[in-house]
Every structure is written in structure tokens, then in C-alpha cells.
């Protein structure tokens, strides 16, 4: 399937050579110089140098077409969780998918095809109140569906992967095209799309419908609950900065290194939970940046294993003094 390219209203003033603002269409106009902290569940970050919010997938293709013409690199922000983004901000243009939104339940084949742009905790809501079982497990994902399919996110042993029937990707030509659950290439909390110049548009994911929606929503609260009792809810974060080293817990190695509550500036390890950084107040995204340095240090000096990061980070950050 391939979208018919727009041709773009490019109503400009200031930005770099003085633009401002650029429209793209009546609805969709990319600005300059928007500060990215309030789009982030960290609250840190700097500003993007361009910024767009499309709210249909031609706004969407539009914008993906004028970052390729002006040869401008393109960052897709959804919900902002699980990402750290740089105080000097991001250069380029910054597209913001969480305006996009539609789902579809098929109950005949079991179906619900969700848009990038869907909260994963209200989907499963949502799923559960139908009586479709299969996202149980998701409540407690702060991000969206989009973010989700790209990181493969998981939860009490479960994952999108587990669930996935296709993806719907945009291309830098403007053409859509599906990709199955395995072309995704999926293992722990990656998949090929990361680090790619595809955009994901929506997802079709295989549930199982028919279920006492009591039964599942019971399921589903009690997700949630755990995720309250064990994990720092009551501060920004980005969920687990840490992927967990098999067969290893990485909250355990940065506990048992002592470093519960260890702080730099405002970025603080959780004392509820060790593989969580919150911001405590005040924080900046490069004391985050650092405190995440330390923990991995420490944790390579006691155990001497790696800790690979989960959160993504985005911009240019300064080495650690």
C-alpha cells in the first residue's frame, strides 16, 4: 500500500534561518525549539530543534516526507517512557506519534489492531473489561503500542513478541508496509526495528476473546497491583534502566553493590527498587546520564558483569568528570 505524497504548505519564519513555523498541512505544523522535558516521564531533557505532533498518517507521512527532503534525521517519541533525553536536546526533527490513535477488536479471528500511538495500560484495560485475555500482563507499561513493538516490551514473563501477528511500517518513500512478528527479528527487549528509518504505524496482535471479563480484569488488577508495591510509581523515571544479564536480576547486582537510595544531584537509585533512577527533584538528564555511568561501574567492579542499558538514550551527553 503506498500513500499518495502531499505536497507541503511551507509557511516559514525564523527556525535556524529564521523559521518558526512550518505547515504542513491545515492541521499538522512542525515548530522549532520545543523543550522535549514535558513529553518525557523522566520531566528532563532539552529541546528538539524541530518538533511535530501528526494526527492522522497524512500529517505523519507529510512529516516523514519533509525531514527527507531536507535531509533533516528523524526521531519517533511516543509516550516518552524509557528514554533519556540529552539537556542539549535533539537535533533534527522530533516526531511525536501519541496523537495517533484507533483500535479495532475482530472478534471472529481473535484480533485488535491498535494504532502506534495507544497507551499500552489502557489497552489492556480495555482488552480485559471485553473479556479478551493476553495483555494482562502489559497494565503496568507506561509507553505506547508503537514504543512496545520497537523494544519488544515485556512484563511478568510475558512480551509483545509472544503476541505479535504484524506490524505496519512507514517507509521514507511513503509507502506502508507489513511486517510479520519474525521479520521483526525479535529477542529480549529489541528488535530490528531499533536503530531503523521505519516508523511504525500500527500493530495487529492475536488475543484470546471470549474470557469472563471479571476473571481478566481480576488478572489485570493484580498486575497492576504488584507493579505499585514493588516498583517507584510516586517519581519520574523511565521503568528499568538496566536489561536484566541472564541469569541475573539487575536491581539484585545494583542492591547488593550497595548502591539503594545512592544519588547524583537530583537522579537518585530508587530505595523502593534498584533497577529504577528516579528524579528526586530538580534532577537534570545529566545527572541521570551519570548515575547510570556509576551503577554500571560498580556493578562491573563488584561482579564484574556488564549492565546493558533498557532506557534508550537520545542526544549528545558529556562523559562522566
Same mark, same amino acid.
Given at each position: !500500500?503506498? =500513500? ?10 525564523? !527556525? ?9 498541512? /491545515?492541521? +499538522?505544523?512542525? $515548530? ?14 532539552? &529541546? ?5 505532533? &501528526? ?17 533533516? /534525521? ?12 540529552? *539537556? ?17 477488536? *475482530? ?10 500511538? @495507544? ?16 495483555? @494482562? ?7 505506547? !503500542? ?7 516490551? %515485556?512484563?511478568?514473563? *510475558? ?8 506490524? @505496519? ?7 506502508? $508496509? ?13 528488535? $530490528?526495528?531499533? #536503530? ?13 476473546? %471470549? ?24 517519581? &519520574? ?7 536484566? &544479564? ?8 545494583? @542492591?547488593?553493590?550497595?548502591?539503594? #537510595? ?8 530508587? /530505595? ?14 545529566? *545527572? ?16 564484574? =558483569? ?5 532506557? $534508550? !538514550?537520545?542526544?549528545?551527553?558529556? /562523559?562522566? +568528570?
Amino acid at each position: !500500500m503506498t =500513500i499518495t505524497p502531499i505536497k507541503t504548505s511551507l509557511r516559514t519564519s525564523g !527556525m535556524n534561518n529564521n523559521r518558526k513555523e512550518i505547515s504542513l498541512t /491545515p492541521e +499538522c505544523q512542525i $515548530k522549532s525549539h520545543v523543550s522535549l522535558a514535558a513529553y518525557t516521564s523522566y520531566r528532563v531533557g532539552g &529541546p528538539a530543534e524541530l518538533y511535530v505532533a &501528526p494526527r492522522d498518517m497524512n500529517s505523519l507521512q507529510a512529516s516523514v516526507q519533509y525531514a527527507v527532503e531536507e535531509g533533516l /534525521p528523524v526521531t519517533i517519541l511516543g509516550a516518552g517512557s524509557n528514554l533519556l533525553i540529552s *539537556d542539549r536536546g535533539i537535533s533534527g526533527l522530533v516526531i511525536a506519534t501519541r496523537h495517533l490513535r484507533h483500535t479495532h477488536f *475482530d472478534l471472529q479471528r481473535g484480533l485488535v489492531t491498535v494504532a502506534a500511538g @495507544e497507551a499500552i495500560p489502557a489497552l489492556a484495560w480495555e482488552a480485559a473489561k471485553l473479556g479478551w485475555s493476553g495483555l @494482562e500482563w502489559a497494565v503496568g507499561i507506561p509507553g505506547t !503500542m508503537g514504543g512496545a513493538v520497537v523494544m519488544n516490551a %515485556g512484563a511478568h514473563g *510475558d512480551c509483545i513478541a509472544d503476541i505479535l501477528v504484524s506490524a @505496519e511500517v512507514l517507509l521514507p518513500n511513503g509507502s506502508l $508496509k507489513t511486517l510479520t512478528s519474525d521479520e521483526l527479528g525479535y529477542t529480549y527487549r529489541t528488535s $530490528k526495528l531499533q #536503530g531503523s528509518n521505519l516508523v511504525v504505524t500500527q500493530a495487529t496482535f492475536r488475543l484470546q476473546p %471470549g474470557v469472563d471479563p471479571v476473571k481478566v480484569t481480576s488478572v489485570t488488577q493484580q498486575h497492576k497491583k504488584q507493579r505499585l508495591t514493588t516498583q517507584p510509581y510516586d517519581k &519520574p523515571s523511565c521503568g528499568s534502566v538496566f536489561r536484566n &544479564p541472564t541469569p541475573y536480576a539487575a536491581g539484585r547486582l545494583i @542492591e547488593e553493590a550497595g548502591l539503594k #537510595g545512592f544519588q547524583i544531584g537530583g537522579a537518585q537509585v530508587s /530505595p523502593r527498587h534498584a533497577n529504577f533512577i528516579i528524579n528526586s527533584g530538580g534532577a537534570r538528564a545529566g *545527572d541521570i546520564f551519570n548515575l547510570i555511568r556509576h551503577v554500571q561501574q560498580q556493578v562491573q567492579q563488584h561482579w564484574s =558483569i556488564s549492565l546493558e542499558p533498557e532506557v $534508550k !538514550m537520545m542526544g549528545e551527553f558529556l /562523559p562522566v +568528570c
